[in-house]
């Protein structure tokens, strides 16, 4: 089934002149195809849920471009992008909830760790070569999580960002 539906989707970003395998899909083009379907035809709950993982995904990539952005020039198209995924996800969750109600809490956390997944990696990979600022920033991130258990949320959370984000960047900044 999930095979169907990559495979339709890809037919669709295909017309309208997309690479369906890039990493990165505009969100206008995502809602294009999605309407299409929509308008076609009724998805399954197994189609809809699929398209709410691609959403969050999208949402995830886009979030992550968007905080590893420098904060002296901000990416603003990865913010309007991730604000827009943040809106189809949404609306397609709320559908998929509507169907499967015992699923809501699932599908916000798995949105978030997508988004987490991306920012982690994207991190890592920024400092794989360096050990010093790996042991930094598990070090922080370690003592940001024990503020947090402990209650000290706003500390907790500046902490976390320092160990997540570049300095110089949104994500450390907001």
Same mark, same amino acid.
């Given at each position: 089934m999930e095979n169907q539906l990559t495979e339709r989707f890809s037919e669709r970003f295909r017309s309208l002149?997309?690479?369906p395998d890039k990493e990165f899909i505009r969100s206008e083009i995502f809602d294009r195809?999605?309407?299409?379907?929509?308008?076609?035809?009724?998805l399954t709950p197994v189609e809809l849920?699929?398209?709410?993982q691609i959403a969050a995904d999208q949402q995830g990539r886009w979030d992550c471009?968007?905080?590893?952005?420098?904060?002296?020039?901000p990416n603003l198209d990865a913010h309007k992008e991730a604000s827009?995924?943040?809106?189809?996800?949404?609306?397609?969750?709320? #559908? &998929?909830?509507n169907v499967t109600p015992q699923i809501k809490e699932t599908m916000i956390k798995q949105r978030d760790l997508l988004g987490l997944k991306y920012c982690l990696k994207?991190?890592?990979?920024?400092t794989q070569h360096n050990r010093v600022a790996t042991l930094v920033n598990v070090t922080i991130y370690k003592i940001a999580?024990?503020?947090?258990l402990l209650g000290f949320t706003a500390v907790g959370e500046k902490l976390y960002a320092i #160990? &997540?984000?570049?300095?110089?960047?949104?994500?450390?900044t907001t």
């Open positions: 002149g997309e690479d195809v999605v309407r299409q379907f929509v308008n076609e035809q009724s849920s699929q398209l709410v471009e968007w905080s590893f952005s420098p904060s002296s020039n827009q995924y943040k809106k189809l996800w949404m609306v397609l969750a709320e #559908s &998929l909830v994207r991190r890592v990979e920024q999580r024990a503020l947090f #160990s &997540l984000y570049p300095r110089g960047t949104i994500g450390r």
